[in-house]
């Protein structure tokens, strides 16, 4: 099983949606998929309570609410044994032993940022924390930066531009400021979830952090139909060029 945490520590920078988009795009891709919410906001299980039982479920674990009398936490912490992808949506301010926590047994670890000074500064104060008294970096966890709301015409974008540039962690995408997500949100979807036009830049965004985390992962069959895919493409640009 692969242990997906979405975290950081500013709030409001979009890791609940980060969450839905992401288990619901493995989800529709076939893989048995979990997804916790540790959040107290509840962001994440308001959304799957939303989920039309139509498309591709996903068992959801409301992880910050207490066990019920007479229940112990780990049984209301289980997940099915055919789980094969968990997805965590992690509340903010964590610090410490509470972030350590959060992080134990992650594969790998999203970090959603915005496009904004003060998110900058925040995020770069929890990177320190990650990788200095954490030393997440040493550990077998891989951290890629996911961001938020971007309208890349504008100073702030460029001084996020700036901040990135600085730092020896990929950035798998660069997820724009629109409604599609509102919209999908409040259906209990995944943005890629309508094949329509006006998706089609967010759900290749979707393709681009899935193929990282799986091509990490040594998922052959995610390998073998990038692979086909680049293949195909290069035959059809040598038949244009013909």
Request: aromatic share 8%; glycine share 6%.
């Amino acid at each position: 099983m692969i242990r997906i945490v979405v975290i950081n520590t500013k709030g409001g920078c979009g890791k609940s949606t980060i969450s839905t988009n992401l288990a619901s795009f493995y989800a529709t891709k076939g893989f048995h998929t979990a997804l916790y919410d540790y959040d107290e906001q509840g962001s994440s299980m308001r959304w799957l309570d939303a989920r039309p039982t139509s498309v591709a479920s996903i068992y959801g674990v409301t992880a910050h609410r207490t066990a019920a009398k007479g229940v112990t936490r780990s049984w209301h912490m289980r997940i099915p044994a055919d789980i094969s992808r968990m997805v965590i949506d992690t509340p903010p301010g964590l610090k410490g032993p509470d972030l350590a926590e959060q992080l134990k047994g992650a594969d790998y670890i999203l970090i959603p940022v915005l496009p904004a000074w003060l998110d900058i500064c925040a995020t770069g104060d929890f990177l320190r924390e990650l990788i200095v008294n954490l030393k997440v970096q040493k550990g077998k966890a891989r951290i890629a930066i996911i961001t938020n709301k971007v309208r890349k015409n504008t100073n702030a974008f460029k001084d996020l531009e700036c901040f990135l540039k600085k730092l020896n962690i990929p950035v798998l995408a660069q997820l724009r400021d629109t409604q599609n997500y509102n919209r999908f949100t409040k259906l209990g979807l995944g943005v890629h979830e309508l094949k329509h036009q006006a998706t089609v830049v967010d759900r290749n965004h979707w393709q681009s952090i899935f193929n990282w985390i799986e091509i990490n992962a040594k998922n052959t069959s995610i390998l073998n139909n990038i692979k086909n895919d680049y293949t195909s493409s290069n035959k059809q640009s040598l038949s244009n060029v013909s």
